[in-house]
Nanobody, 126 residues
Framework: QPQLVESGGGSVQAGGALRLSCTAS??????MAWFRQAPGKEREAVAA??????????MHVNAVRGRFTISEDNAKHTLSLQMNNLKPEDTAMYYC???????????????????WGQGTEVTVSS
């Protein structure tokens, strides 16, 4: 089971940017994702990337599409989340997740992911 370690969180003002990184101890999962959990709320999906095909394919939830971009660097065993034009509602703990298999039909279900990091906190002030 890979160890996932997130970094890059911090405090920014609305409109600012952050880049989160997730380093994996082993790069054996074809699915990787970012989730987030705001205080008092359920953990929710942010973006996922599938690297098991001829080229990586990514999806983002509507709330972040056009502002956030998920990407992966296979050589560095690193998953990234570039977050631009941050909003106060983006404030949350952000988690990296990984899994062996799955479909795009269940990627937003946190229970469909087997491996998790400890999270990195993002705070956006207005």
């Amino acid at each position: 089971q890979p160890q996932l370690v997130e970094s890059g969180g911090g405090s920014v003002q609305a409109g600012g940017a952050l880049r989160l990184s997730c380093t994996a101890s082993e790069w054996t999962r074809s699915w990787m994702a970012w989730f987030r959990q705001a205080p008092g709320k359920e953990r929710e999906a942010v973006a996922a990337i599938f690297t098991g095909g001829p080229s990586p394919f990514a999806m983002h939830v509507n709330a972040v599409r056009g502002r956030f971009t998920i990407s992966e660097d296979n050589a560095k065993h690193t998953l990234s989340l570039q977050m631009n034009n941050l909003k106060p509602e983006d404030t949350a703990m952000y988690y990296c997740a990984a899994r062996w298999g799955g479909t795009w039909g269940d990627w937003q279900d946190q229970h469909a992911w087997s491996d998790w990091g400890q999270g990195t906190e993002v705070t956006v002030s207005s």
